[in-house]
């Protein structure tokens, strides 16, 4: 998988840049408002897409910038972009409210995102046409909701494993395995599906 989403990576300049404003909101909280103006949006966005409600959505995410904003003196840089960390609270807010039942999990799947997956297969018999995305939607709705996140973040957001490490507290490598035994599943699952038709 070589498509990744500029949306995520930013240059040395921009990320030295960035470092300039997490370095004065950590010396005083008044200066976490740069931060919180160039990210709410896509803090809500990835809320949005997993609670599936705007009301809820926004809820959370104040929750998360509050949150960013007591805790942002334990920040560091770990050759991420700051985002990466906010997305951290923000899924770690939204597990809060989950196991609380508070809120329920929804999951944004559109037919490109089915196609990243797809080829990913590594042979033919699994591609993805019309008739097998079914069987394809059938077997993500089989995943852990620890595997649909991570499908979510590779495949749908396009993100590099580096940064969904980053979120997930986990190693890149950790990562990488991961996501290799979901499309393993995944393939396992449709064959089998494709096997009863």
Same mark, same amino acid.
């Given at each position: &998988?070589?498509? #990744?989403?500029?949306?995520?990576?930013?240059?040395?300049?921009?990320?030295?840049?960035?470092? @300039?404003? %997490?370095?004065?909101?950590?010396? +005083?909280?008044?200066?976490?408002?740069? *931060?919180?103006?160039?990210?709410? !949006?896509?803090?809500?966005?990835?809320v949005l897409k997993r609670l599936g409600n705007e009301q809820d959505a926004s809820d959370v995410t104040s929750q998360v910038f509050v949150k960013a904003i007591t805790s942002i003196k334990k920040y560091q840089f770990r050759g991420v972009p700051f985002t990466s960390w906010l997305h951290m609270v923000a899924r770690n807010e939204m597990n809060l409210a989950?196991?609380?039942?508070?809120?329920?999990? #929804? !999951?944004?799947?559109? #037919? +490109?995102?089915?196609?990243? %997956?797809? +080829? =990913?297969?590594?042979?033919?018999?699994? $591609? *993805?046409?019309?008739?097998?995305?079914? &069987?394809?939607?059938? $077997? %993500?709705?089989?995943? #852990?909701? +620890?595997? %649909?996140? @991570?499908?979510? &973040?590779?495949?749908? =957001?396009?993100r590099p494993f580096k940064e969904v490490s980053e979120i997930l507290e986990i190693t890149e490598s950790n990562a990488k395995v991961r996501m290799h035994r979901i499309i393993k599943k995944l393939k396992s699952l449709m064959l089998e599906r494709h096997g009863e038709d």
């Amino acid at each position: &998988m070589n498509a #990744t989403n500029a949306h995520y990576h930013h240059t040395k300049d921009a990320i030295a840049q960035e470092e @300039l404003l %997490i370095k004065a909101a950590q010396k +005083d909280p008044k200066a976490f408002a740069p *931060l919180y103006d160039k990210y709410y !949006v896509q803090i809500f966005r990835f809320v949005l897409k997993r609670l599936g409600n705007e009301q809820d959505a926004s809820d959370v995410t104040s929750q998360v910038f509050v949150k960013a904003i007591t805790s942002i003196k334990k920040y560091q840089f770990r050759g991420v972009p700051f985002t990466s960390w906010l997305h951290m609270v923000a899924r770690n807010e939204m597990n809060l409210a989950f196991r609380s039942k508070k809120y329920d999990r #929804t !999951v944004d799947v559109k #037919t +490109d995102h089915l196609h990243n %997956i797809a +080829d =990913e297969f590594e042979d033919d018999n699994a $591609g *993805l046409d019309d008739e097998r995305l079914p &069987m394809l939607l059938e $077997g %993500i709705s089989q995943l #852990t909701l +620890d595997e %649909i996140e @991570l499908l979510e &973040m590779r495949y749908f =957001e396009k993100r590099p494993f580096k940064e969904v490490s980053e979120i997930l507290e986990i190693t890149e490598s950790n990562a990488k395995v991961r996501m290799h035994r979901i499309i393993k599943k995944l393939k396992s699952l449709m064959l089998e599906r494709h096997g009863e038709d």
